[in-house]
């Protein structure tokens, strides 16, 4: 069913062409929950950015799709099983055939470049010492970083062990690859080197990318299909002109760049923390 | 809340804690003894590195103390001997001292300054920089690869350790007993060794076996429990070296007693 924006509403669809399938997910951090109800798809081959300001609970949603967190509700569909309700055997068989590139690179600074990268090929496969050391070049090639596997993360620059830690996140040929913030403390140039190699990824595998991030240029460049959240809840899902052409206050607000209203009392700072509608002062 | 609450509380969080800490090191033992039998991958060669770590370049610091302490018994000891002018007792007192107790507990607090310390902090600063994320994703156990080599290597090393500490400080006791209390270094070996029954080593040394398991279990569990910033390692690992401490006081109490009341008599 789709909005007279043209912009396809919440309800998932499966369908057999998606690598995600998120139906109705809820997450729970103690008593407080973050998502209330998020629905969309990732069609299989195509990079879906995650858009949303900072609470709107993006980071926890990449969170439970790599499965660091546990819905409390609903259902994430990969590869025709539920990702939330398998054992944890069944998940980390799942993870082998995903990739991960963290907001900070999350490279471990006691090992080379090198080794962070042949790390999953040393545990998950029996593959001999000089075979993973001519992927590991291969991979450090793909990302631009040949010649570096001897450095330490340490010795890197920020941009660098974006690059390390995507090589890292390609050792084992995903299918599916997650981004938390790829161009995230980057300058400009060095972040559009970051979009560049996301783009050549996409184009030269031909996997399915899933990207959250708050930086607009790097979204419209690299996306196929973007959703916007807001307080827990996926606001838009639709493509980049459908998005840039919606008029739905909340898209609009956030494309645009239009700061939040100025708070002008108490009950409207509480209204802002909690969502809530204040109760009527008698 | 009432001081019965209060207590009720704290109770109920010292015995979750107690048995995060047997999580923790029943997990990490199955990763070493058991898992390989199963084809999952045991890296010794990480044991290797932490063994190292934790004994290795212990040794200095570990023969240092361990040689003053006995020292420090030799002396008290002979204080109160030498009323009774039964000097010769010293080398017995030394020796029985260093073996069943203080040995293995002068070791395990050089120990747990190093090397509790710093497995708090290298988990606690891994965790801040989303590093056990990253294994996780990766399908890797944190505690299969980053607990289960320390426990290994503390199982291995912290014994080691307490032997080289029994040896100095019965050298260290040596010293005063050749100096100053009429002994030769021959006949006060022969006295240590008359004085030393194999009970008092073993006893020794089942002690700094638990107190490594103690140690890596405190260590690494502060580790994972570290809270968001920098300032959040900084306190877990402080908290590491005074829980370890504690817990390592109460497991010596705990076997001293079972040594006791299990002594043949």
Known sequence: MATKNNLKDDSARVTDGSAISVRNLRVKYGEREILHGVNFEVPAGETIVILGGSGSGKSTLLRTLVGLELPSAGEIWMRGKNFAAMSEKDRDELRKKMGMSFQGGALFGSMTVGENVSLPLREHTQLDDSTIEIMVRLKLDQVGLSGFENYMPAQLSGGMKKRAAIARALSMDPEILFFDEPSAGLDPIIAAGIDELILKLKKAFRMSIVVVTHELASAYLIADRMILMDKGVVVANGTVKELQASSQPRVRQFLDRVPEPELTGEFDYLQMLTGDVPPIRQ | ?265
């Open chain 2, 1 to 265: 809340m009432s001081l019965t609450e209060t207590i009720g509380s704290a109770t109920i969080n010292g015995v979750a804690y107690i048995g995060g800490l047997a999580r923790l090191a029943t997990g990490s033992l199955r990763a070493v003894f058991v898992e390989p039998f199963h084809g999952k991958k045991f890296h010794i060669s990480r044991s290797v590195h932490q063994a190292m770590a934790v004994g290795v370049e212990a040794l200095p610091i570990v023969s240092l103390i361990s040689f003053f302490i006995g020292t420090i018994l030799a002396l008290n000891a002979a204080y109160e001997l030498r009323k009774f002018g039964a000097l010769q007792v010293v080398a017995s007192a030394v020796a029985i001292s260093m073996t069943r107790e203080l040995g293995p507990l002068m070791t395990a607090v050089v120990v747990i300054g190093r090397s509790g310390s710093a497995f708090a902090a290298e988990i606690g600063t891994m965790k801040v920089n989303e590093e056990i994320d990253a294994l996780e994703t990766m399908a890797l156990e944190p505690v299969d690869f980053l607990v289960a080599p320390k426990f290994l290597a503390m199982l291995l090393m912290v014994p080691c350790l307490t032997v080289w500490a029994d040896f100095m400080g019965v050298l260290g006791g040596g010293v005063f007993g050749v100096s100053a209390a009429s002994f030769t270094w021959g006949s006060y070996i022969r006295a240590t060794l008359e004085a030393l029954q194999s009970r008092d080593i073993t006893n020794g040394l089942i002690k700094a076996a638990m107190f490594g398991l103690t140690i890596t279990a405190v260590g690494c569990m502060e580790g994972f429990s570290t809270g968001l910033g920098s300032e959040q390692v900084g306190r877990s690992t402080t908290s590491a070296v005074v829980k370890s401490i504690f817990m390592v006081v109460c497991v010596d109490l705990i076997f001293t007693a079972i040594f006791y009341f299990t002594a043949p008599r």
